[in-house]
C-alpha cells in the first residue's frame, strides 16, 4: 500500500508545470536606484508577429539603458512572452559591460537587469545577455552613462 501512495505522489508532482524561483530577487530588491534612470527593452520572445516558411517569428530584443552617475543602479524591468504566454526563464550575461556592472534575474514575474557604471564614468557603455531554455534569446542592452 505504502509503495502504490509513493507512485501517485511521483507522477501527480511529474505533472505539475515547473515552478521558476526568482533569480537573484533578493540582491536586485536591495540595490539603490539612480537618481535619473531611463530604461526599456521592447516586448519580445517567441510569438506569432508574422510567417515566414519556418511559421512562428521571433521578436528581437534591445535593451536601453540612460542614466546618471550617482552611484545608483538602474533596473529594466520587463515581463517576457514566449507563445503568447508569460514565462520567467533564467538571464545569463555572456558579454559584461566594460565599464560598469550589471545584475540580472527575475522579482515577481518580471525579467530585470540592473547597471551600476563605474564611479567617475562617463560615455557608452554595453552588455550582452541571453535567456535560458530552448530559445537562448539574446538581449543587447546599450547604455549611456550622463555626467
Not at 83 to 97: D, G, H, N
Request: proline share 9%; charged share 20%; aromatic share 10%.
Amino acid at each position: 500500500m505504502r509503495q502504490g501512495w509513493w507512485l501517485f505522489a511521483i507522477a501527480v508532482a511529474g505533472c505539475q508545470p515547473p515552478s521558476v524561483p526568482d533569480q537573484n530577487a533578493a540582491t536586485l530588491q536591495a540595490l539603490t536606484p539612480a537618481k535619473r534612470c531611463e530604461a526599456g527593452l521592447p516586448y519580445f520572445g517567441h510569438y506569432q508577429y508574422g510567417r515566414d516558411d519556418t511559421g512562428l517569428q521571433y521578436a528581437a530584443a534591445d535593451g536601453r539603458i540612460a542614466m546618471a552617475n550617482d552611484g545608483g543602479w538602474c533596473a529594466i524591468r520587463h515581463v517576457f512572452f514566449r507563445r503568447e504566454r508569460q514565462e520567467t526563464p533564467e538571464l545569463f550575461v555572456i558579454r559584461p559591460p566594460a565599464h560598469g556592472a550589471v545584475t540580472v534575474g527575475s522579482v515577481a514575474g518580471e525579467l530585470r537587469i540592473a547597471y551600476r557604471p563605474a564611479p567617475g564614468f562617463t560615455g557608452q557603455d554595453a552588455f550582452e545577455l541571453r535567456t535560458g531554455g530552448n530559445d537562448r534569446l539574446p538581449i543587447p542592452v546599450r547604455v549611456t552613462v550622463l555626467p
